[in-house]
C-alpha cells in the first residue's frame, strides 16, 4: 500500500456505468489519487449456486494496475444470493417478533440480497465461506491487491437474529460462562433444568438474561469477523486486513454491537465512516468521532475510510436542518473536512463515493466527481488534498502521530448495557443527529458531554478501554452505574498504585447480572471515594433540578443523584440542600474525586459556562496542565510527535479567519523555528520558545512543522 492511501470508494456494481470506468480511472490517478475501494458483493457475484461472475471485478483489477492504483477488497457477504433465500429459507435473520427477514435492496449500491442470511447456520455459513475462499483465490496475487476491507461499517441490526441457530449458539455461549443450568437459573431468577428451556430474551429490563443477550451478541458477531479473516487469510495469508466502523461504541455498542476496540483489534488496519450530513456539523462531533476511533485503534494505523464529499438529498437525517450543516458540501467543507481527519491521526482517506449513485434513496449522494464522472469544485477540493497529502515531501508527517491525551476517559461496556437494558422496553430509533443517544441515552450523553466539556475548555482528552488503564495516570470515569466485580477490582488496584480517578456518581451500584448492592458504594468502593451513600433519587427526566456548587464554580448534574456522608473523605462540593455531593479522598498510593451526579450528560444537555469551568478546573485539581493552550476558544489544536518530527496542526472550523496564540506546557523543547507545511506562508505571524502566533483561514488550517538544524541553516 502506499505510505498514505487517498482515494476513494468506487464500484458498487450498479454504478458507475462500464462504459466509463476507463476515463474514471484515469481521472482518478490524474487527480493524485491512489487507491480505490470496491463493493464485492456475494449476491451479485454468484447469482447461481457455485457459478461466479467476476468479469466487472476483474476489469476493476486490470484498471488499477494500469493506472498504478492500488485496490481494497471490501468483501459484502452481508448480501446473500437470492437463491440462498429460497433453497434455504430457515437462514433467512429473524426479528424479535419471529418473523422471517427477507432479501430486500441495499440503498448503498442499489443490489438486492440485503440484509444477507444469518451465518450462525452452518450450512450458510459453509456457503459464504466457499465464496470467500474464491474471492481471496481469484485477486490474491494480483499486482494491484492493496488488501481487504471485512464487515462494513462493523455493527448489526438489532432487531435481528432470533433464529434457532443463534438461539442454539447462546445456549453454548452461556454453558461456557455458567457450566450448568441450575447455575444460570440462580443467576437469572429463571430456574431451569435443561439448556434447552433457554431462549434469548426478547424484551424484558436490566436483568440478568438481558445483560447476557447482550454481552453474548457482541462476542458472537466478532467471532463472525474474526471467521471471515481467518478464511481471507487461509487462501492470502500476506495481504492486509482492514475494517471500518461508525464511530458509535458510545450510543450502539450495546444495541447493535458497534463496538471500535473489538473491531479494531482484530485487523490490521482500522477506520470509520463519518458523514456531516447525518450527524451534524457541530465543531466538536468529527474530532470526537476521530479521537474515539483512534483511541479504539490502540496504536494501529487508522484511516477516515468513507467521508463525504458531497450533498445528502431528501434523507430524513438532514431534515429541518441548515444548509452549512452538512447538507449541501461545499470545496471548503471538504477541505476542513479532510484537515480535521489528519489533525486527528487518519493515516489514510477515502471519499464515500467517487461518484455518485444514480437510483435509490441515495441517488446523487456524497460524490465528490459530477454524475457523468466529470471534474467539479468539490474533485478540485479533494484533489488539491490528495496531491499535497500523497507527495513525498509530506512523507515525515504521516511518521508521527498525535501526542498524548491530557486525561482518558473510560469505556466500560457494561455501564451501556446497562443503560440500554434498562430503558430497552421504550427505545426507539431516532432520525435526528442525535440518533446515537437512542439506545443507551443517559449513557451516551455522560461520556460525550464530558468529552465536550474538556474540548470546549482547550484540554485534549481521549478514550481509555477498561483493559488499557495501566498505561495512565490520570481517568475520568462517565455513568458508572453498573459496573462487574472484575471490573471494581481493575480500578481499584489501579488507584491503589497511584492512579488519579474522577468519578461520576452512583459507581458500581448494580453489579454482576444488574445486582443492586444493599449499602452503597459496593465492592469496596466505599473505601476507595471515603463516602457512604445517604441519599439518592433515580430521576433522569428531572436531571435539569440537580445543581452543584463545588470549587467555586456552579455546575448542573444529570442522570441520577447521589449524595453522601463522608468517611476518609472530605467534602468538595455540596447540593443546593447543604448534603454533600464531592468528595476527594486519598486511598494507597493514589487520589479519587466522585461527583454524585452525572456531569457530563448535564453538559451534554446545556453546555453551560459553569460546567464547563467545572471540568477546566479538574486538571489544575489534578496538578497538571494542557499540553497546549489556545487562546481563541474556537481553534482546534493537535501536536504530532514521532520518527517524522514534530508537526502543529490548528483548525478552524468557522466561517472567518481568526489569529490566535497557541502556547506549550514544554518551552524547553523551543517553539520558535516552525515553518509551514499547509497553508499560506503568512499565516505564520510570529513564535516564541513558547508560543506561536497564527493566522488560521476559515473553513481551514494551518500545519506547521519544527524546522531541523540542517533546514535552519
Known amino acids: 500500500m502506499p505510505t498514505l492511501p487517498y482515494g476513494a470508494v468506487y464500484f458498487r456494481k450498479s454504478n458507475p456505468p462500464a462504459r466509463d470506468w476507463e476515463r474514471d480511472y484515469a481521472t482518478a490517478a490524474a487527480d493524485g489519487m491512489n487507491t480505490f475501494r470496491h463493493w464485492f458483493l456475494w449476491s451479485a457475484i454468484e447469482p447461481a449456486p457455485g457459478r461466479y461472475d467476476w468479469a466487472d471485478y476483474d476489469r476493476q483489477f486490470e484498471l488499477a494496475e494500469r493506472h498504478g492504483l492500488r ?22 435473520y ?48 494480483h499486482p494491484a491487491m492493496g488488501g481487504y476491507d471485512v464487515w462494513n461499517e462493523c455493527n448489526y441490526d438489532e432487531d435481528v437474529c432470533y433464529c434457532p441457530a443463534t438461539a442454539r449458539r447462546f445456549r453454548e455461549w452461556l454453558r461456557s460462562k455458567y457450566g450448568d443450568p441450575s447455575a444460570l437459573g440462580r443467576a437469572w ?52 486486513i482492514t475494517a471500518h466502523g461508525v464511530a458509535a461504541t458510545f450510543g450502539h455498542a450495546a444495541s447493535r454491537g458497534a463496538d471500535d476496540w473489538r473491531a479494531a483489534a482484530e485487523v490490521d488496519v482500522y477506520g470509520l465512516t463519518f458523514v456531516p450530513a447525518r450527524h451534524g456539523d457541530d465543531s466538536w462531533r468529527q474530532p470526537l ?71 435509490g434513496p441515495l441517488f446523487g449522494a456524497f460524490g465528490a466527481y459530477g454524475m457523468d464522472g466529470s471534474r467539479t469544485d468539490r474533485s478540485a477540493a479533494v484533489s488539491e488534498l490528495a496531491r499535497w497529502a500523497t507527495h513525498d515531501d509530506q512523507a515525515d508527517l504521516w511518521r508521527s502521530r498525535p501526542g498524548p491525551a491530557d486525561i482518558g476517559i473510560v469505556y466500560v461496556p457494561e455501564s451501556q448495557d446497562y443503560a440500554y437494558a434498562a430503558r430497552l422496553s421504550a427505545h426507539t430509533k431516532a432520525s435526528s443527529p442525535d440518533s446515537w443517544t437512542a439506545a443507551s441515552g443517559t449513557y451516551y450523553q455522560s461520556v460525550t458531554g464530558a468529552w465536550r466539556a474538556f474540548f470546549d475548555s482547550g484540554i485534549h482528552a481521549d478514550f481509555v478501554h477498561l483493559d488499557d488503564i495501566a498505561d495512565r495516570d490520570l481517568l475520568y470515569l462517565p455513568f458508572p452505574a453498573l459496573l462487574k466485580r472484575r471490573t471494581v477490582d481493575a480500578l481499584t488496584e489501579w488507584v491503589r498504585a497511584g492512579g488519579t480517578l474522577i468519578s461520576e456518581g452512583c459507581p458500581a451500584y448494580f453489579s454482576d447480572n444488574g445486582w443492586a448492592g444493599p449499602a452503597q458504594p459496593q465492592h469496596g468502593l466505599a473505601e476507595v471515594f471515603g463516602v457512604r451513600e445517604n441519599f439518592v433519587e433515580f430521576v433522569p427526566d428531572l436531571a435539569d433540578d440537580h445543581f452543584v456548587d463545588s470549587d467555586g464554580h456552579r455546575l448542573r448534574g444529570g442522570g ?9 473523605g472530605t467534602s468538595a462540593g455540596r447540593y443546593d440542600d447543604g448534603s454533600v455531593a464531592v468528595a476527594e479522598n486519598v486511598f494507597g498510593r ?40 489556545v487562546d481563541h476558544p474556537a481553534i482546534i489544536a493537535r501536536e504530532h510527535d514521532g520518527e517524522g518530527g514534530r508537526h502543529l496542526w490548528l483548525l478552524n472550523p468557522t466561517r472567518n479567519d481568526i489569529e490566535t496564540v497557541v502556547s506549550t506546557d514544554r518551552p524547553r523543547r ?44
Open 71 to 92: 485496490t481494497i477488497v471490501a468483501e459484502l457477504t452481508k448480501t446473500a444470493p437470492e437463491w440462498v433465500f429460497r433453497r434455504l429459507p430457515h437462514v433467512r
Open 94 to 141: 429473524q426479528r424479535r417478533d419471529g418473523s422471517p427477514v427477507e432479501s430486500g435492496m441495499f440503498d448503498s449500491s442499489a443490489v438486492g440480497g440485503n440484509p444477507g442470511v444469518c451465518l450462525d447456520n452452518d450450512d450458510a455459513r459453509a456457503l459464504a465461506g466457499d465464496f470467500l475462499r474464491a474471492l481471496a483465490g481469484r485477486y490474491a496475487e
Open 189 to 240: 431468577g429463571r430456574y431451569v433444568t435443561e439448556w434447552d428451556d433457554v431462549v434469548p430474551p426478547r424484551g424484558g429490563d436490566a436483568y440478568g438474561d438481558v445483560l447476557d443477550w447482550l454481552e453474548f451478541r457482541r462476542d458472537n458477531a466478532y467471532a463472525l469477523m474474526r471467521w471471515r479473516i481467518d478464511v481471507i487469510k487461509s487462501v492470502d495469508p500476506h495481504s492486509p
Open 289 to 359: 468521532a476521530f479521537d474515539l476511533v483512534r483511541s479504539a485503534a490502540r496504536g494501529k494505523p487508522f484511516w477516515y475510510a468513507e467521508a463525504q464529499a458531497g450533498p445528502l438529498w431528501m434523507q430524513p437525517q438532514v431534515v429541518g436542518r441548515a444548509r452549512d450543516d452538512g447538507r449541501i458540501a461545499t470545496p471548503d467543507d471538504i477541505r476542513y473536512w479532510h484537515l480535521t481527519g489528519f489533525a486527528h491521526g487518519a493515516a489514510g482517506h477515502f471519499s464515500l463515493r467517487w461518484r455518485p449513485l444514480l437510483n
Open 560 to 568: 441520577f443523584r447521589q449524595a453522601y456522608e463522608t468517611t476518609t
Open 590 to 629: 493514589g487520589r479519587t474525586l466522585l461527583i454524585g451526579t452525572h456531569p457530563g450528560a448535564g453538559y451534554s444537555v446545556h453546555e453551560d459556562e459553569g460546567s464547563r469551568a467545572w471540568f477546566a478546573s479538574l486538571l489544575g485539581w489534578a496538578g497538571r496542565t494542557p499540553r497546549l493552550g
Open 670 to 713: 523551543g517553539f520558535g523555528d516552525w515553518a509551514v507545511r499547509w497553508g499560506e506562508h503568512s499565516s505564520l505571524v510570529s513564535a516564541s520558545d513558547d508560543k506561536v502566533h497564527v493566522r488560521v483561514p476559515a473553513r481551514d488550517g494551518v500545519v506547521l512543522s519544527l524546522r531541523t538544524r540542517k533546514e535552519r541553516s
